[in-house]
Every structure is written in structure tokens, then in C-alpha cells.
């Protein structure tokens, strides 16, 4: 197979926004070219100790995205451990891209501190830059007051597919 990937999309689903105290619950990444064009998609659940869930998944956050909370606690028991996706991933990496990974997402740089604190050696494959949507969201609706309406869903693989289509609309508005 051609390694034709250029964008690594990556959004993970975690029990809070802390890299050191949260853990990541869900992950899935969509391999793209430049045009987000999908090249291969991979999806994963991440087992997390019922404790950490019960300790770190509270407050108004959960409690307005009960349907999210429910269903990443649902599939916590078939979740397998952090370093078995990781070596997946790194897999997944080696098989749909070259020497150059990028990161793509929506506030990616938040995932990417979860990447580097569990995940080492997937950070070590990641270029240093990223490919930020929500740079645009931010310039957009502050300095222009034009806004994209994403659904809310909070999992992991619908989350990238509406980054995608969030920086596609951003394109449109620009060409």
C-alpha cells in the first residue's frame, strides 16, 4: 500500500482534562490526505480503572452529557490496556503514512499532552507541528462573527468526522 497519509486526525475521549491525574478512554484517528480524503480509519477503547472513572468523571460537564457518560462507562469493561492501543496505533502510523505524521484535530494540542503523557513513543512519531481547527474557529468567530455549528456528540470518531467538516467550511468561506 502506498503510504499517502498526510494528517494524522486524532481525538481521544478522556475521563477529565488533566494529563496527569484524567486517562484517555477513547480514542480513534482517521488517516486523511490534504484534501481529508480517508484513508484509514482505526478506533479504540481504553480500559480505565472503575475507581478513576467514579473519582474523575463528576461535575457539570458529565452531568450535561449523560448519554456521553454513559456510554464511554458502558464500554470501559471491554476496554483493553493503554499500552496495547498504543502499539496499535504506532502500527497504524507505520502502515498509512511516511517519515511525516501531523496531528489534526479540533484543540488537538490538549490531546496531544494526553499523547505524550501515556503514549511516548506515538509522540515521538508526531511532528512538532499540528494542524489546529480550532485556530480557525477562534479567528473566525471572534474577528469575522461567522460561525460553524458542530454537533456536541463528545465520541471520539464522530468528534473528528465534524472537525473535518468544520475545517472544510472554513476552506469554502476563504476560496
Do not use: C
Not at 21 to 49: H, P, S
Amino acid at each position: 500500500m502506498s503510504k499517502k497519509a498526510s494528517l494524522l486526525w486524532v481525538d481521544l475521549e478522556m475521563t477529565g482534562l488533566s494529563p496527569v491525574e484524567d486517562r484517555i478512554l477513547e480514542v480513534a484517528a482517521i488517516a486523511t490526505d490534504w484534501e481529508m480524503n480517508e484513508i484509514a480509519t482505526y478506533t479504540a477503547v481504553v480500559k480505565v480503572d472503575d475507581a478513576l472513572i467514579r473519582e474523575r468523571m463528576v461535575g457539570e460537564f458529565w452531568e450535561k452529557n449523560k448519554a456521553s457518560y454513559d456510554a464511554l462507562v458502558a464500554q470501559n469493561g471491554s476496554g483493553r490496556p493503554s499500552a496495547e492501543v498504543e502499539k496499535e496505533l504506532l502500527q497504524f502510523v507505520e502502515k498509512n503514512f511516511g517519515d511525516t505524521v501531523y496531528l489534526a484535530g479540533n484543540s488537538i494540542h490538549q490531546d496531544r499532552r494526553f499523547i505524550e503523557n501515556e503514549w511516548p513513543e506515538l509522540n515521538a512519531k508526531l511532528h512538532y507541528r499540528m494542524l489546529d481547527v480550532s485556530a480557525w474557529k477562534l479567528y473566525f468567530e471572534n474577528a469575522l462573527g461567522d460561525r460553524f455549528i458542530k454537533p456536541d456528540n463528545h465520541r471520539a470518531l464522530d468528534d473528528i468526522r465534524g472537525s473535518m467538516e468544520e475545517l472544510k467550511w472554513y476552506l469554502r468561506k476563504i476560496s
